[in-house]
Nanobody, 123 residues
Framework: QVQLVESGGGLVQAGGSLRLSCAAS????????MGWFRQAPEKEREFVAV???????YYADFVKGRFTVSRDNVRNTVYLQMNSLKPEDTAVYYC?????????????????WGQGTQVTVSS
């Protein structure tokens, strides 16, 4: 069982930056692929980024060059550094853990979810 707690959300102006953190409890954090998803009002949850067990990363096209995902296996924490934020990035951001070797972009690949943190980007 993995428990995930996100933090770092807030209100920022367009062009600004935020860093989200996701602290994981439970054993063997390093064995999980860690993903970030987001959900805007009245929209489906969508994939943002993933850092896999191998530490390879993969991003949604709409965040490439702006967001960076990283993990610290000593602190059992995954981060999402978000730069050049746009109003359309406004959403609740969730981190998720997957036991798959190569988790993909589907929420179904992830068994454990945090409660989410709100990110609001003003224009």
């Amino acid at each position: 069982q993995v428990q995930l707690v996100e933090s770092g959300g807030g209100l920022v102006q367009a062009g600004g930056s935020l860093r989200l953190s996701c602290a994981a409890s439970g054993p063997t954090f390093s064995r999980y692929g860690m993903g970030w998803f987001r959900q805007a009002p009245e929209k489906e949850r969508e994939f943002v980024a993933v850092t896999r067990v191998s530490t390879s990363t993969y991003y949604a096209d709409f965040v490439k060059g702006r967001f960076t995902v990283s993990r610290d296996n000593v602190r059992n924490t995954v981060y999402l550094q978000m730069n050049s934020l746009k109003p359309e990035d406004t959403a609740v951001y969730y981190c998720a853990a997957s036991g798959m070797v190569v988790p993909g972009t589907s929420p179904h690949d992830y068994a454990y979810w945090g409660q989410g943190t709100q990110v609001t980007v003003s224009s």
